[in-house]
């Protein structure tokens, strides 16, 4: 029996986006249809994930302005999250497709820039029951866990910047 | 500086092969020459990863016979891996590739069917400098973790066979 899933890919380590990624490469290897919906990141093209989606006909859409951390207009950033929301309602009651990542939305749940509660409320009545949806993202609201199928977390062991490597094309983006 | 990077997914949740597979079409988004080799799975052509890598004309080695929790002949199974790991070595020691996975490979060094500390060495004097290398599975083993990069831990919080829901097609295989 086909049922869509809620996964959540949360934790402080590395593997959130990375393992969204190996699902979206499934499902595209079995034909199905997927979105990817990326909040906070902007999109310079010069991530591997978007160059593969861009050669695989896969869609995707970046909705941040990839500069939250140092942002210096916050608001440009809120306001970013909340249209991305919007954009992924669209996508999600749309009908259209089999995967749908929403990547990094958690932390638009953590900072309350939008209303966990709201949010799952309009999932559980607007997404169709097949669509798998996945969320990455640090810090996931507990209340989104118990709404999903399944949560992981992925935890740092050991990590190359602590030994001054820096992030490696094609493995980290 | 490019460094070729050890990496190291293990826990007892999932993601594990799903990050890899992440990092698989990040980098062949990159353009870079990828390869996995896979211990413990038998090659059914039924894994949507499969699919996936027959499309993009990555190249895939499953060399398990896919029966090993309920095999009657552990020795099958054995004598596959330590073949699946000469298999490894030339693929790791051919300079052909930019990112090998070595997929369930864990399992070899857990049940000590391979020495890990033979493995490691053999990587110490005959990985190419600039080679980035995956390898998956529960149990690693601690000398590896030290040998490695990049470790992260993917812990269970919350599994859909709890709720009687089953594997679904482009999410788990």
Same mark, same amino acid.
């Given at each position: 029996?086909?049922?869509?899933?809620?996964?959540? #890919? $949360?934790?402080?380590?590395? !593997?959130? $986006?990375?393992?969204?990624?190996?699902?979206?490469?499934?499902?595209?290897?079995? !034909?199905?249809?997927?979105?990817?919906? &990326?909040?906070?990141?902007?999109?310079?093209?010069?991530?591997?994930?978007?160059?593969?989606?861009?050669? /695989?006909?896969?869609?995707?859409?970046?909705?941040?302005?990839?500069?939250?951390? $140092?942002?210096?207009?916050?608001?440009?950033?809120?306001?970013?999250?909340?249209? !991305?929301?919007?954009?992924? &309602? *669209?996508?999600?009651?749309?009908?259209?497709?089999? /995967?749908?990542?929403?990547?990094?939305?958690?932390?638009? /749940?953590?900072?309350?820039?939008?209303?966990?509660? *709201?949010?799952?409320?309009? /999932?559980?009545?607007?997404?169709?029951?097949?669509?798998?949806?996945?969320? $990455?993202?640090? #810090?996931?609201?507990?209340?989104?866990?118990?709404?999903?199928?399944?949560?992981?977390?992925?935890?740092?062991?050991?990590?190359?910047?602590? *030994?001054?490597?820096?992030? &490696?094309?094609?493995?980290?983006?």
């Amino acid at each position: 029996m086909r049922k869509g899933l809620i996964i959540v #890919n $949360t934790g402080d380590g590395k !593997g959130k $986006t990375t393992a969204a990624l190996g699902m979206v490469l499934r499902a595209w290897g079995r !034909g199905m249809r997927v979105c990817v919906v &990326q909040f906070i990141k902007s999109e310079t093209g010069q991530w591997g994930e978007i160059k593969a989606a861009h050669k /695989l006909g896969i869609e995707w859409l970046s909705t941040g302005d990839g500069i939250t951390w $140092t942002s210096r207009d916050m608001d440009e950033t809120i306001a970013r999250a909340r249209h !991305g929301w919007k954009i992924a &309602q *669209q996508k999600i009651s749309s009908g259209e497709y089999d /995967l749908i990542v929403l990547d990094e939305f958690t932390y638009a /749940l953590h900072y309350e820039w939008l209303d966990t509660q *709201q949010v799952i409320e309009w /999932l559980k009545t607007h997404r169709p029951p097949n669509l798998h949806l996945v969320i $990455t993202g640090r #810090n996931a609201p507990p209340e989104l866990i118990d709404f999903a199928d399944l949560a992981t977390e992925m935890s740092l062991i050991k990590h190359p910047y602590e *030994q001054g490597i820096k992030a &490696q094309p094609g493995i980290e983006f």
